[in-house]
């Protein structure tokens, strides 16, 4: 937008408090429903191959987070926002609201394991946490943003 002489200080930081709000409400509503389901799916597989004997987990974890990645890529390719993992229309507070829980329960889960303080079903039960956190908060902060 151009402007024919000066435009004042509190006009400008409302241009900008705009654009910023614009920018976010597309970086979110252009993630389609399959991408949040698909990362639950993976951190989830993720959680639940320490039930894997031996370096057998930490190898489907690494190909996991391999596939996690390269998904990512392609979603932002299909929402047609090419950000880099610095910058992103995710204020902290989303950031927190979105991996904070799902991490949390990940840590529980793999100091619980560790202190043996874990039944079987401990790491099933996290995995389930997990996807559900995950998928639930980033499919409501996607149909959030749709409606702003």
């Not at 390719?77 to 204020?91: F, K, N, P, Y």
Request: with cysteine.
């Amino acid at each position: 937008m151009e402007t024919n002489g000066s435009i004042s200080v509190p006009d400008a930081s409302a241009a900008l408090a705009q654009v910023r709000s614009s920018r976010a409400r597309v970086a979110w509503s252009g993630y389609p429903a399959w991408y949040w389901l698909v990362t639950g799916a993976g951190l989830s597989a993720g959680t639940a191959a320490v039930l894997l004997p031996g370096w057998w987990g930490l190898a489907v974890a690494a190909v996991v987070t391999l596939g996690l990645v390269k998904m990512a890529h392609i979603a932002g390719r299909q929402r047609g926002v090419c950000e880099g993992w610095v910058r992103s229309a995710m204020t902290a507070r989303e950031v927190l609201a979105l991996y904070g829980p799902a991490a949390v329960v990940i840590l529980a889960d793999a100091v619980a394991q560790r202190l043996d303080w874990w039944s079987p079903w401990s790491p099933i039960v996290a995995a389930v946490l997990v996807f559900g956190l995950f998928t639930g908060v980033g499919l409501t902060l996607t149909a959030r943003a749709g409606r702003r």
